[in-house]
Structures are given as structure tokens and as C-alpha cells.
């Protein structure tokens, strides 16, 4: 993913390469399809494809779907999408449930070496018995039971003779293990449950533990990185690679889980946040899901310069959301045609200005990349601009229009605030100014000085549109896998729905166009809501930031 030796793992891939204990690197992409991706699970694609392309090796997409319980075909189908808008293409397409034969198969080869065993406990059971950081764990009155009724238990548990929670298969590692994931882990548990993949196959079901490893040697990965929080994992995973005797050894190394400031990360508090209603869907633009940046208007591009600032490190921290909007800014400054939209809009005439005449200005797409050009804007009588553009008795200091105050207009002309009309209730409807033909830009009229600039679009022609400016999701931080209340702190005003009016020539926009809106910041057609009579602008980010690199 980078050429920095800030990425650790990369420079272990570069040794076993020179040593050559490895041949060809092969890393996988590991999702358990119980929810959609979130930006989190982008570092990790960006890692383990990253770095195989680099080393030109392989890459699976592997679902880990060994929880019926949790998953669902509608993820499986979004997690792949979201892989290849990122820009990465899987040599192999796998499912952990294609290998449940040959799980199946490595338990009962344990249970034939005396490796593992049926329990009768109850999972609190289980706790008790474990013992804690400071106390050894004790073992279960089960432990010892011989070959053949763990084998012939084992059978039964498949065949469906047992409850749910009956009965459990564990691994006989080492109950006084000061490593508690050693203390005898349960390998294999109940769940009648129909699975996905499987159908009503199978009624047991491998756990995690026990399963992953098997996967990563299944299909002979090299470098099986996942995050820190494994990392007292990685004994038990040599186990069962080791009493398996699987025929490839993968190796396990974790690196830091990716936390943002302002948001929630794990699919479990994202589920929730749609189950319960507060956004609308998984692609909300308000998530931190893959498809929620997208639908934002977030670029691969963006998301994978701002892993490779952040680069691999073996310590999980928090990284400002700021960052990652400091990257959708500069990938867009070059690409995003520049626009003119009135978000919030006040009507202002121009009285000296002809009647029914309309005449076309120039205008530049990005005044920063001159290949993209430049249109013609129209300009006449009426006009829209924003209505914080304009106040009545300004402080001090305010430069934009007031009564008397010239200003100018980008690409057109200066004006100037002569009358002010309002309703019976006293609310401003329409401001009349006069223009100076002088004054049109381009013209080189350089005799007076004007303080501000204003955006506007010419009112018959303005296209109506609505404008979704968002908000951070969450207010506090909250600490990963913390069960405080995270719903307590998301945000109500996440999300504001304004209507305005952009330019004519913003009619036929596509889903996923992008622009710049001068003064507003960077906005993307939204794809579910727009239509030919509705077009939905959603702001990807504003145009200042305080953040610096
Ligand atoms: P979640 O709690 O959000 O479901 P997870 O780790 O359980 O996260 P998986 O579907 O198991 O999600 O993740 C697939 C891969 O993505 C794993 O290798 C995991 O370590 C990695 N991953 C998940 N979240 C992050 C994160 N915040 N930062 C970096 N990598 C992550
Ligand atoms: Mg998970």
C-alpha cells in the first residue's frame, strides 16, 4: 500500500521474500457478511490487496460466515461491491462454509488424538470454570471422557440429537494457561439455525477461533493480518494449524484497527443506527460505511490517500474525521467542475437592467485546472443570491450587500443595493439594486474597489434543487466496544435539508456527478433520491478546514 517503513508488515513480507521462507505472497480479505463495510474494514482491503499487488501475489475474498445466526445474503452481495468500487479485484472468491466438511473433519481428528472433547457445562458454566487474569481455571467434570464417546457425542451433536447450548466441542489445550484463549476453548457449538450457504446442513457450527485459522490454511495464505485485538489469539491459531496438521502454515500479524473521531465503528452500533430508524439505510451519507462515503461522493482515490498518510502501525489510535475530509478536498480540487448554487436563496432585481433580456457570460469550470474549461452562464433582470449575502443593518465589517454597498458578482457585474421590499409582516422578499454595464468581468474595469464577491444564478432559468448538508453523526466520542449508550450522542441535526437553485446547466447531472459550489464546498448528486424532477445535491465536505497535515 506504501513505500514507507511505517507499514511493519510490509517489511516482514520483505524478509520472508529474501529469505525465502515465503514463495508467493497470499493474503486474504476476511469480512463476517453480518453488515455493510465501514471505513475500518477499508484499511484492512487496502492492506491485504495492497500489499499483494505489490509483491505480485494473490488476494482472496473471503467471506467468514461461520454465525448463521448473523448473517445475510444482502451483505455479501454489498461487501463484494464495495470491494471493487475501492478498485481491487479478488483471485479467489471463498466462503468459510465450503470448508465445513474439512472443519468437521479436523475436529474429529483432535478428538482422535485426544485434543479435544465433548462438554455437558452450560456456557456460564464455562466462565466460571475458566478463572480469570490472576487465578488458573479449573477443569470440567467432562474433560476426560474418552475417545470413542467424544467421537460418538460429536456425532450425535451433528446428527441433531442435542438443544441448542446442550452441548459444546472444546479443544483440551491447557486450563492453567496464564493465556485464558488457551484454557480449553470451545471449538464447535449447536445453533439449529439454517445458514445461508448450507441450508439446513448443518446444526453445529465452528467458532471463530478454531475456523479461521483452517480458512487461512485451506487456501494457503502466507500473511494472515487481522487487527491487535487478536493478538493473544495467535497462540491458539498456531495450535490448531499445528494439531491439524494442516500442510501450509500461514502466520498471523495484527496492526491497528482504524478509529475515527465523531462516528461509531463496528457493524453491530451501524446496524442499529438503521435498524432503529436514525439513518436512513446503510448507504446514508451520514454513515461511515463504504457505501455511505460513496453516496457522500467520497473517491477511492481520497480514502486510499488517506490510509497511506495514516500508514500500519502495531498501536490502535484515534484519527481526526478532519483528515480524512482534508483528502476528498484535494482529490476533488482538480476534478470538480466549479459552479455557481444559491442554497438558501433571496430574489434581487435589477432595475436598470433591461426587461426580458438574457445574455450569456463566460464563466471557468476551475479556475486551478484550465483544461476543463469554460460555459456560459446566462445573466439577466432577476437574479438569486444567498440570503446571508444580504443584510439590512449590517455590523461592522460586513463587506457584502447593504443598502448603498456595491458589490460584485463573479463572472458578471457590480451592483449595487438601492431598495429593500418586504411583506405586511415585514419579511424581506426582494432586493432591487441597479448594475453598471461598466463594470462586466473581463472587461478590465478596474476604477473601483469592491470588498465582496457574490455567487448567484439567474432566476429564470435557476434549476430547482435540494441541498443535504451534513453534520458529524455522533457528538462525543465513544470508546470502541464500550456498551455505554452511543445512541444517546447521535446527533439530530446530522443532517439539514435546504432548498435553492443551482445553475440551468446543472439540469441533466447524473447520480455521483461532483462539483464544487463556490463558497459552499464540494457536493455529489445523490443516487437514491435523484430523479429528472428532483435533483438532490449532497455536500461531501465544505471548503475550509482548520486541519493541516
Ligand atoms: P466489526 O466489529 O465492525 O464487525 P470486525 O472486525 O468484526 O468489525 P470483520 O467482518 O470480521 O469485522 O472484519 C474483516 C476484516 O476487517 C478483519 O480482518 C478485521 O480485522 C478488519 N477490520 C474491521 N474493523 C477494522 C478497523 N476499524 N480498522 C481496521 N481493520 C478493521
Ligand atoms: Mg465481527
Known sequence: MENTSSNFIRNIIISDLESGKTKEVITRFPPEPNGYLHIGHAKSIILNFGLADEFHGRTNLRFDDTNPLKEDAEYVTAIQEDVKWLGYEWDGLFFASDYFDTMYEKAVLLIQKGLAYVDDLSADEIRTYRGTLTEPGKESPYRNRSVEENFALFEAMKNGKFQDGEKVLRAKVDMASPNINLRDPVIYRIAHVPHHNTGDKWCIYPMYTFAHPLEDAIEGVTHSICTLEFEDQRPFYDWVIANCEMPNVPRQYEFGRLNLTHTVMSKRKLKQLVDEGYVDG??????????????????????????????????????????????????????????MAVIDPLKVVIINYPKDQIEMLEADNNPENEKMGIRQIPFGREIYIEREDFMEEPPKKYHRLYPGNEVRLRHAY??????????????????????????????????RKVKATLHWVEASQAVLAEFHLYNPLILDDEEENEDSHFLDHVNPEALTIKHGFVEENLKQVKPQEKFQFLRHGYFNVDPKHHSENRLVFNRIVSLKSSFKL
Open 414 to 447: 457590480f451592483i449595487k443595493c438601492e431598495e429593500i421590499i418586504k411583506d405586511e409582516n415585514g419579511k424581506i422578499i426582494e432586493i432591487h439594486c441597479t448594475y453598471d454595464p461598466e463594470t462586466k468581468s473581463g472587461s478590465g474595469f478596474n476604477a
Open 282 to 339: 446503510w448507504d446514508d451519507p451520514r454513515m461511515p460505511t463504504i457505501s455511505g462515503l460513496r453516496r457522500r461522493g467520497y473517491t477511492p482515490e481520497a480514502i486510499i490517500a488517506f490510509f497511506k498518510e495514516i500508514g500500519v502501525s502495531k498501536t490502535s489510535g484515534v484519527v481526526d474525521s478532519a483528515m480524512l475530509e482534508h483528502f476528498i478536498r484535494e482529490d476533488l480540487k482538480m476534478k470538480a467542475p466549479r459552479s
